[in-house]
């Protein structure tokens, strides 16, 4: 079925011509309009036209060094294109205003040309998503001034040392210090145990040679908890450890393999007190401790990082999901119907139900992402002028959107990847280290069933709120609404409303057992925290149907208010259908359990999906050309807008080093000698 040399596979031709809607449409749409899609292709075109970021040899038959050494040249050249890019984009980078940092840093680095320079990770990523940011976000005035400067023109590169071998979830427990010395005015790094050496922040084992250092202030003999440093690791010029120094790589992982994750040991290392962040706690020359309004204003960073993270996933899942849908369109495989031409996969109902809620995860994704983003934006302006109000809000939900959006992401990149049969399994395919790449997110950043607790921690606040007929914020307004979710059940139909409500009937149904399963426990004599611990699985049960109510409701929201040409306007609404009725189905227990959903109502739901694949299977081709993505950032046999499958991967095929002589030489040396032995 492939057209002869270079034409468009022929499937893939009428796919598009079947498509009903306008895919430009909603290409600029998702871009956010048509200046920004001009912008985004010609910033494409900029970068991807560079021959400097072509691989010879694919990166994975390259040694782990080599492909570091690979990484950090096109991670240098990457940030200096940015520097000289032309319409002066990055002139306006050069001294950013402050409070703009983190808009600016996400304006340049998102989307997904990092990952298609760098398929594995990018060795200077920290330095622009965490260690300009914490400068940001956590220095005085003066600091900004003089550290964002330097770090923004790359005279240094810094990380984000947090992690330790002992610790990364429990922050609290972190145990390298920083002891104040008031005769000296610096402040004294030390690594009391293995344990406490920094391990796991990227770019730290060769690449950066400052890092933001989190460890426990002591001062005046008193330890006043976690606090950021910035701390030398390297000669500027000869990039040697400095003294006291203890540094490297932690090795081969899963995945990431070229962001040089590394680890951080201090011996007595001595920096100026200037060098501690301080536009929140302070330590004054005579060792004297200032502590700011909230002692949670030092996890801004992080904050800010889970909330990026969501349009990250986004960002992977679409490029995954296209390569799968592509190749779909492509494969033809068995014979539904005895004697018939053998289908496009794409055409079986089991492959639809793989891909199609796959695809409308992504729009699930960006539209929960965007909301996320102007949150962070508006609340971080309020804590700029002293209002925390809504800071435990913000925290609740950016932690179990961010545990969702990466659980999700990696979980439909894997099903996407085995829809591609044996071609997925092939690295060339691009799907496996896009999974080592989602899935890496459901760890950093806060562990995911950590974070869902953290989520959890507030529904049981609200819930006693709730409880108490007090006024609730927005996002959990509806534990008001549903509190006795044992109200006499309303007709189940078929539609939106019904639909959302029931996912908050769900929701504040869980959220209501965890409560009161705690309540009954700690009744009979358990500890608060045993307690907690006790109903755990139930707690993170209901911080996920929290998140899932508020992502089904923003998804169906958008797309109801999006001004959109009527074909495209069916399409999203059938996505988000389909998104919610998927969900609803894959957790029908819960449905059936907490809200007006009965037995005999899952029948009808269950056409109702099937339905929503039969409407949605003619134009899965055009949406995923909508997320138009660039072939070079795909980078997968299976996925290129020609469809070409077959003769891109016998040219992948080609590229492996052991196919460039007809007989290895381990023939010879075991292979011969061994079937020798056996004559
Ligand atoms: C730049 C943009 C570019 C865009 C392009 C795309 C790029 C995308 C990014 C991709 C690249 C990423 C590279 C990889 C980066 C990984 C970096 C890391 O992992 S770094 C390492 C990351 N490491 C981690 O993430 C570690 C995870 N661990 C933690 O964050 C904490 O230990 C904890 C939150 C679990 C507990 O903390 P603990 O102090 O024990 O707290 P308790 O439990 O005792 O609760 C006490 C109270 O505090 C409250 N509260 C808590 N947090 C916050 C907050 N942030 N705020 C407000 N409140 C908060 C809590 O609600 C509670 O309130 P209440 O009920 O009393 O009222
Ligand atoms: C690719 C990658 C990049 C990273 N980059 C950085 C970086 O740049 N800088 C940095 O500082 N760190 C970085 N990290 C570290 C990362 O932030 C931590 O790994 C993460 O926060 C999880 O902590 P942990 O490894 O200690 O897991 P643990 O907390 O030890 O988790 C192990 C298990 O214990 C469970 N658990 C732990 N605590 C609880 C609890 N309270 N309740 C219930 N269950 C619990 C978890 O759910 C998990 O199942 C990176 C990690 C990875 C994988």
């Known amino acids: ?71 950090v040249r096109k991670a240098c050249h990457m940030f200096r294109k940015l520097q000289e890019m032309p319409h002066g984009s ?3 980078f050069r001294e950013p205003p402050v409070e703009s940092v983190a808009q600016r840093i996400k304006q340049l680095l998102g989307g997904m040309l990092g990952s298609a320079i760098l398929k594995d990770g990018n060795p200077l990523a920290l330095h622009y998503v965490m260690f300009l940011p914490t400068l940001a976000g956590q220095g005085t005035v003066e600091q900004q001034a003089y550290w964002i400067s330097r770090a923004w023109n790359l005279e240094i590169v810094g990380t984000y040392a947090q992690t330790e071998l002992g610790h990364g979830t429990f922050i609290r427990g972190l145990e390298t210090t920083a002891t104040y010395d008031p005769s000296t005015q610096e402040f004294v790094l030390n690594s009391p145990t293995l344990t406490a050496y920094k391990w796991w922040p990227g770019g730290l084992g060769h690449t950066a040679n400052y890092a933001v250092v989190v460890a426990q202030l002591y ?23 400095m003294p006291g120094i203890i540094i490297g790589e932690i090795g081969a992982k ?40 909230s002692d949670k ?66 729009f ?72 080592g790449l989602v899935t890496a997110a459901c760890t ?32 959990v307004a509806y534990l008001n609404l549903y509190s006795d979710w044992r109200q006499p059940r309303t007709v189940w139909e078929n539609t939106t409303d019904c639909v959302i409500k029931a996912f908050y009937q769900v929701a504040a149904g ?91 109502d899952v029948d009808g739901l269950q056409l109702w999906l099937e339905q929503l694949l039969t409407k949605l299977r003619p134009n899965a081709v055009g949406i995923v050309d909508s997320f138009d993505i660039h072939d070079d950032i795909l980078a997968s046999p299976l996925g290129a807008w020609d469809g070409r499958v077959y003769e891109r991967l016998f040219e992948e095929s080609q590229k492996s080093p052991l196919n460039k002589e007809p007989v290895n030489k381990s023939f010879h040396e075991y292979m011969k000698p061994f079937l020798r032995s056996n004559l």
């Not at 069933?449 to 006693?464: E, G, H, I, N």
Request: aromatic share 8%.
């Open 1 to 71: 079925m492939v057209s002869e040399n270079g034409a468009v596979n022929e499937d893939l031709v009428k796919e598009r011509q079947n498509c009903s809607f306008n895919t430009l449409e909603l290409t600029h749409l998702l871009d956010g309009g048509e200046a920004k899609t001009l912008e985004r292709k010609e910033r494409e075109e900029y970068f991807l036209s560079d021959p400097a970021f072509k691989d010879e040899v694919p990166m994975e038959y390259l040694s782990h060094q080599e492909q570091y050494e690979h990484s």
């Open 90 to 92: 990055m002139d306006n």
């Open 219 to 241: 001062t005046q003999g008193k330890c006043h908890g976690i606090h950021p440093f910035i701390v030398q690791l390297r000669d500027e010029e000869t990039h040697m450890p």
């Open 254 to 293: 899963l995945g990431m393999n070229t962001t040089n994750n590394g680890y951080l040991g201090f011996k007595q290392v001595r920096i100026p007190r200037e060098n501690m962040l301080m536009k929140n706690n302070k330590v004054l020359e005579d060792g004297t401790y200032v502590k700011s309004p």
């Open 297 to 362: 204003l030092t996890y801004g960073t992080m904050m800010f990082v889970r909330v990026v993270i969501c349009q990250d996933m986004a960002s992977y899942l679409s490029k995954a999901v296209t390569i799968a849908t592509r190749y779909s369109a492509v494969r033809h495989q068995s014979e539904m119907k005895p004697g018939a031409p053998e289908p496009q996969v794409l055409d079986y109902r089991t492959q639809q139900y793989k891909l199609l809620p796959s695809i409308a995860s992504v």
């Open 364 to 435: 699930a994704m960006k539209f929960s992402a965007n909301w996320i983003w102007e949150m962070y934006n508006v609340v971080n302006s309020e804590l700029d002028q002293g209002d925390l109000e809504r800071l435990p809000e913000l925290h609740a939900v950016s932690c179990c959107l961010k545990a969702l959006c990466t659980s999700d992401a990696a979980s439909a990149v894997e099903i996407v990847r085995l829809a591609c049969g044996g071609h997925g399994y092939m690295k060339s395919s691009n799907l496996p280290s896009t999974y």
């Open 444 to 475: 950093y950043e806060g562990e995911n069933t950590v974070l869902l607790l953290q989520t959890a921690r507030y529904l049981m606040k609200t819930w006693q709120q709730a409880r108490s007929g007090q006024t609730l914020t927005p996002s």
């Open 510 to 600: 869980k959220v209501k057992a965890a409560a009161e399963h705690m309540e009954r426990r700690a009744k009979g004599g358990m500890t608060p925290e045993d307690a907690w611990n006790e109903t755990s699985i139930e707690l993170v049960a209901a911080s996920t149907a929290h998140c899932r109510a508020f992502i089904v409701e923003k998804f169906i929201e958008t797309v109801s208010k999006t001004d959109v040409s009527r074909p495209l306007q069916a399409v999203l609404c059938q996505m988000a259908e389909l998104y919610a009725v998927y969900w609803l189905l894959n957790n029908k227990g819960d449905f059936l359990m907490f809200s007006n959903l009965s037995p005999a």
